[in-house]
């Protein structure tokens, strides 16, 4: 008799231990299951991590950081438009009270009371704007494929060398830069300033950390559809890559509009607007508003391509870690 009670009990608890597991098992579909479990997941990160408190006091500094960060666009805005009176008041005021365009009126009367006319500066600084940069994106893209897709002889040690050579300065390389051009002819040519924007290494850093993501698969399929490099590279890994060369030309015209080619160019009909516009400026406190103007003109044009391109910069500084 007790042998047959302790049978049913057996018998029982293997009943309730297969019901608990069969009431732990979930009947509803696999993909509602997953969506649940990261749901539940991300409310407990949230509860953890995350307060209302801290967004809103996090929101609050990024907009004092903002607005730091804005003042000095301001007051160069408003510098441009301000009477001389105002632009030596102490302490400066960020607002103009009496806006004028007088600073721009004398820039344009310097400029044609000069002894080559400003059409000149305007045209060399358009050439080597763009010769440098289209001349560099297409050299440091077509350099960048085939040490991010291919299993380049040294590509460790070429993209150390590289790397490494981001992190010296103009004013390292600028006595060497000068002897190498004077020994090739080119100081006062439109090649001096050229030149070095052409063997830039960040363009090429920047595409080659793009183009590695670029899926192998994808050359792969396109090598089987009878593609050549040289077509893989232009049609289809250049347009995967656009983010990063959209920024590579941003970078180039801020630089390349900026030059003044001052340590090689001598000619006075090979100058550039910078150079003419710092002269012009510098003429003391009497011009201190066209050197306002100046500073407006100069910072313009860098402002408005990257306002264009806004996003695909960011894409491209999230993307490859930059800062």
Same mark, same amino acid.
């Given at each position: 008799?007790?042998?047959?009670?302790?049978?049913?009990?057996?018998?029982?608890?293997?009943?309730?231990?297969?019901?608990?597991?069969?009431?732990?098992?979930?009947?509803?579909?696999?993909?509602?299951?997953?969506?649940?479990?990261?749901?539940?997941?991300?409310?407990?990160?949230?509860?953890?991590?995350?307060?209302?408190?801290?967004?809103?006091?996090?929101?609050?500094?990024?907009?004092?950081?903002?607005?730091?960060?804005?003042?000095?666009?301001?007051?160069?805005?408003?510098?441009?438009?301000?009477?001389?009176?105002?632009?030596?008041?102490?302490?400066?005021?960020?607002?103009?009270?009496?806006?004028?365009?007088?600073?721009?009126?004398?820039?344009?009367?310097?400029?044609?009371?000069?002894?080559?006319?400003?059409?000149?500066?305007?045209?060399?600084?358009?050439?080597?704007?763009?010769?440098?940069?289209?001349?560099?994106?297409?050299?440091?893209?077509?350099?960048?494929?085939?040490?991010?897709?291919?299993?380049?002889?040294?590509?460790?040690?070429?993209?150390?060398?590289?790397?490494?050579?981001?992190?010296?300065?103009?004013?390292?390389?600028?006595?060497?830069?000068?002897?190498?051009?004077?020994?090739?002819?080119?100081?006062?040519?439109?090649?001096?300033?050229?030149?070095?924007?052409?063997?830039?290494?960040?363009?090429?850093?920047?595409?080659?950390?793009?183009?590695?993501?670029?899926?192998?698969?994808?050359?792969?399929?396109?090598?089987?559809?009878?593609?050549?490099?040289?077509?893989?590279?232009?049609?289809?890994?250049? @347009?995967?890559?656009?983010?990063?060369?959209?920024?590579?030309?941003?970078?180039?015209?801020?630089?390349?509009?900026?030059?003044?080619?001052?340590?090689?160019?001598?000619?006075?009909?090979?100058?550039?607007?910078?150079?003419?516009?710092?002269?012009?400026?510098?003429?003391?406190?009497?011009?201190?508003?066209?050197?306002?103007?100046?500073?407006?003109?100069?910072?313009?044009? @860098?402002?408005?391509?990257?306002?264009?391109?806004?996003?695909?910069?960011?894409?491209?500084?999230?993307?490859?870690?930059?800062?």
């Amino acid at each position: 008799m007790a042998e047959k009670i302790k049978k049913v009990r057996v018998k029982r608890s293997k009943r309730d231990i297969n019901d608990i597991k069969s009431a732990r098992i979930d009947s509803r579909p696999f993909s509602e299951i997953s969506n649940s479990k990261v749901y539940r997941r991300s409310k407990k990160k949230k509860r953890v991590n995350r307060s209302t408190g801290g967004d809103i006091a996090l929101i609050v500094f990024l907009a004092i950081c903002g607005i730091f960060s804005f003042l000095p666009l301001l007051l160069t805005v408003n510098n441009a438009f301000k009477p001389l009176d105002e632009l030596f008041l102490f302490p400066p005021r960020f607002f103009v009270r009496k806006p004028t365009l007088a600073n721009f009126e004398n820039l344009a009367n310097a400029l044609t009371s000069s002894l080559v006319p400003f059409s000149r500066y305007f045209f060399n600084t358009i050439l080597i704007t763009i010769a440098g940069t289209f001349g560099h994106l297409l050299v440091a893209s077509m350099c960048a494929y085939p040490l991010a897709k291919y299993k380049v002889p040294g590509g460790a040690f070429i993209l150390s060398i590289i790397t490494l050579s981001l992190m010296f300065p103009g004013s390292v390389t600028g006595i060497p830069r000068y002897i190498i051009f004077n020994w090739f002819g080119m100081i006062d040519t439109h090649w001096s300033i050229i030149l070095p924007a052409l063997q830039s290494s960040l363009g090429l850093f920047l595409m080659r950390q793009f183009m590695v993501g670029v899926p192998t698969e994808l050359l792969e399929s396109a090598k089987i559809d009878g593609a050549g490099e040289f077509r893989i590279y232009w049609k289809i890994v250049m @347009p995967l890559v656009k983010p990063a060369w959209l920024t590579l030309i941003i970078l180039l015209i801020q630089d390349l509009w900026s030059a003044d080619g001052s340590s090689y160019i001598y000619r006075e009909d090979y100058k550039l607007v910078s150079y003419a516009l710092s002269q012009i400026s510098a003429g003391g406190p009497a011009l201190e508003g066209i050197s306002a103007a100046v500073s407006l003109i100069m910072i313009l044009v @860098p402002i408005l391509v990257f306002i264009i391109s806004q996003s695909q910069v960011m894409e491209t500084m999230a993307h490859s870690g930059m800062k």
